[in-house]
């Protein structure tokens, strides 16, 4: 692992945007790497994509099932077909035991490897726009990055969208985000569930097949 920030592609400007997409990928699925590629087209067709994996992610009360070192190598895989995506480790090179990821700490980091110049953007689910508030600062994220809100999971419209942000401080400028791409609902809670109990079939089409591959081959996710 390296705290090295590598912009793929061949920018010698540096002005090209940057979308960062952070998630635990436990494990990474085709939701992740297909809805944020459907984002970029929408939104921003020349920009760099960067996958941030989280050490632990701060609204989830759980760790995540598999090691940091197996979650690398698996977003690596799914995302290795991707045009001009990368991965960085930053998140995971800097964590303590049991320390969890900021997102505002990422960013700022971010911003202090590219200057104050280069575009960069940031992926959120609406699931978890809808409470944006009550990650920490919040408006500092949005000074450092302009968010992309893809409709996922119970928020699926940017009406929905409106009504769970309420009288929150940043609903305009997140409603201003909204960017619809196609409905493709995969969990990564069923995926662990079904590999648990070694069913594999019904996830086949979820992930992608060197990602499949890998779990299979690790035993990763199987109870007892």
Not at 26 to 32: K, M
Not at 87 to 112: F, I
Not at 172 to 183: F, H, N, Y
Not at 215 to 220: A, P, R, S, T, V
Request: glycine share 6%; with cysteine; net charge negative.
């Amino acid at each position: 692992m390296s705290d090295t920030l590598q912009i793929p592609g061949t920018d010698a400007d540096g002005h090209r945007p940057l979308i960062f997409v952070g998630g635990t990928f436990d494990p990474p699925h085709r939701a992740h790497t297909e809805l944020a590629e459907a984002a970029r087209r929408s939104t921003a067709p020349d920009a760099d994509m960067i996958f941030v994996p989280a050490a632990r992610s701060p609204h989830k009360a759980e760790r995540p099932s598999v090691t940091d070192a197996d979650r690398l190598a698996m977003i690596r895989l799914a995302t290795a077909g991707m045009d001009r995506a990368s991965v960085w480790t930053d998140e995971l090179d800097r964590a303590q035991d049991g320390e969890p990821s900021y997102w505002v700490t990422t960013l700022e980091r971010a911003r202090a490897i590219l200057g104050p110049e280069r575009p960069m953007m940031f992926l959120i689910g609406a699931d978890q726009a809808a409470s944006f508030d009550r990650w920490r600062e919040p408006g500092r994220i949005l000074e450092l990055a302009d968010p992309i809100v893809i409709n996922r999971g119970a928020v699926s419209t940017r009406s929905e969208l409106a009504e769970h942000l309420g009288d929150c401080a940043h609903a305009d400028r997140l409603l201003s985000a909204w960017c619809e791409v196609p409905a493709l609902e995969i969990s990564s809670t069923d995926v662990r569930r079904s590999l648990a109990v070694g069913d594999v079939d019904p996830v086949r089409w979820m992930l992608h097949p060197a990602v499949l591959a890998y779990i299979i081959g690790h035993g990763l996710y199987r109870s007892g």
